[in-house]
């Protein structure tokens, strides 16, 4: 057997490790744009914040893919697929033959329209590649301006402001991470960056950049028409399923559609990761999910799958756990504004403590929540959204100082709700393109905006 996997990200490597378990013969083949061994994606903003060592990024040994007895083109780009020879197309100049192929070319970060984009200094944050540039780029670096309040926003600037320089974020939201939480999560994160030095300005885009001497940026053309001087900037606008050189033969929505098995609507063609669209078990329809641990859920699937040993995949769920400074903060499902809107809410904010607890529901069903600071029984809770169990009566309780898992879980076999298998995904069903648009006309979006 022939498998070839195009990206060396989480999502891929899981795959080829499942694979390699099940069937030890067949032939792995990986394409992979990056040469730097398999690594901590969300980690590499810890290298700009000056908390972490490159040396800890490889969730894999150097020797991996020999190890692992698979071929490894690195550095090298799937350029195109042939459905009907059943070839991967690559920039080093060969066509690869494939029996399964999977598809895990992740995410790739959304460009801007602002003049002058390619500026030195100007930082897209997605690769290790891309951090060791900002990390160069710091001993010149006074004032960094962010733009975009999503995870890679935020994080930038908590990288920043963690090396002692002063940061200016711009976001069209009102308040930081609006994909992920409410607005007074998001308020109190907002306040906890900027006890730190961050400012925050809503409601303004940069249009464009200018150059100093060195040619590197020096200052921003702002929306409104004034600029703003700085000496690095981060585009933080969200990122996009890489599938560029995916046929249309395969059906895509905002990533490629899979069903339960992780198949294409092509026999043999797999999806994972940030590329792919599956269903969100919280929103009930087709949804990027473009998180680290859906990415390694969907891999170890496709990859059971490839080898021939038949497993489904439940559907996904958005969910962070975040640190900024002295505030811990988690979320999942559905908790934004946008999404918030005619679910039942009950919440309980602490001002002592400096605790809040927000849970969301439709129709007894636990469909989200936020907790900032007491953050312990947040996994249980993500369990319960997984479950899709009712919840008739737990609201109150939840949120008070002695909500006990225990009796929430007692509480839900009394009641005959269970454990039930989470409500989405018939059997290889693919979650169409027009069951998305029929949900969601943004079904794109993800945690990383
Ligand atoms: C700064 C940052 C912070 C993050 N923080 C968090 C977090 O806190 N929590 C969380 O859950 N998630 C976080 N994420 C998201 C998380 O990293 C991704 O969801 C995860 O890495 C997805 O894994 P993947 O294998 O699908 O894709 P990727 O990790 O993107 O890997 C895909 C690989 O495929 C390669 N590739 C692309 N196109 C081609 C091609 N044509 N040919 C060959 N190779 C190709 C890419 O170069 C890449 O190496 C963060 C991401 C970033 C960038």
Request: with cysteine; glycine share 12%; hydrophobic share 45%.
């Amino acid at each position: 057997m022939r498998y070839v996997i195009i990206g060396n990200g989480v999502a891929g490597i899981t795959a080829a490790d499942t694979i390699r378990r099940i069937d030890p013969e067949g032939h792995i083949v990986f394409v992979a744009r990056e040469a730097f061994p398999p690594y901590c994606r969300p980690m590499i903003s810890n290298i700009l914040a000056g908390s972490a060592e490159l040396d800890e990024l490889p969730i894999r040994p150097d020797d991996y893919y020999r190890s692992l007895g698979a071929t490894a083109y690195l550095g090298v780009e799937a350029t195109g697929l042939d459905l009907e020879s059943r070839e991967v197309s690559i920039s080093a100049g060969a066509n690869l033959a494939f029996d399964r192929l999977l598809i895990a070319s992740g995410a790739d970060p959304h460009r801007i329209e602002a003049e002058n984009l390619d500026l030195e200094n100007i930082f897209f944050m997605r690769t290790v590649k891309d951090v060791l540039g900002m990390v160069e780029a710091l001993p010149k670096v006074k004032h960094a301006l962010v733009l975009g309040g999503g995870l890679v926003g935020f994080k930038a600037a908590y990288g920043f402001l963690s090396r002692g320089i002063r940061v200016t974020m711009l976001i069209r939201s009102g308040f930081p991470l609006s994909m992920q939480i409410d607005q007074t999560a998001g308020e109190m994160i907002q306040a906890e960056l900027e006890r730190h030095g961050l400012e925050v300005r809503t409601g303004i885009e940069a249009t464009g950049f200018e150059a100093g001497e060195d040619g590197a940026v020096r200052a921003a053309r702002l929306s409104d028409g004034t600029s703003l001087e700085c000496d690095a900037v981060v585009v933080g606008k969200g990122v996009f399923p890489a599938r560029g050189y995916v046929p249309s033969a395969i059906e895509t929505d905002a990533g490629i559609l899979v069903d339960d098995s992780m198949q294409t609507n092509v026999a043999g063609v797999y999806a994972a990761g940030d590329v792919a669209q599956h269903v969100d078990v919280a929103r009930r329809r087709p949804w990027v999910n473009a998180i680290w641990p859906v990415a390694v859920e969907m891999g170890r699937v496709a990859g059971h799958n490839m080898a021939g040993y038949p497993m489904r995949y439940p559907g996904s769920l958005s969910r962070n756990v975040i640190r900024i400074f002295d505030l811990d903060v988690m979320t999942a499902g559905m908790v934004s504004p946008r999404e918030s809107e005619g679910l039942e809410t009950a919440e309980g904010y602490d001002r002592r403590r400096h605790t809040y607890r927000k849970l969301l529901f439709r129709e007894g069903v636990l469909v989200g929540f936020v907790l900032v600071n007491q953050i312990e029984q947040g996994g249980v809770l993500m369990n319960l959204v997984h479950q899709g169990a009712s919840l008739n009566g737990l609201t109150a309780e939840a949120l008070g100082p002695r909500f006990n898992v225990g009796q929430v879980m007692g509480r839900g076999r009394q009641a005959g709700t269970g454990y039930p298998a989470p409500a989405v995904g018939a059997p290889s069903t693919r979650h169409t393109a027009n069951a998305a648009a029929a949900g969601s006309s943004a079904a794109v979006t993800t945690a990383t905006e």
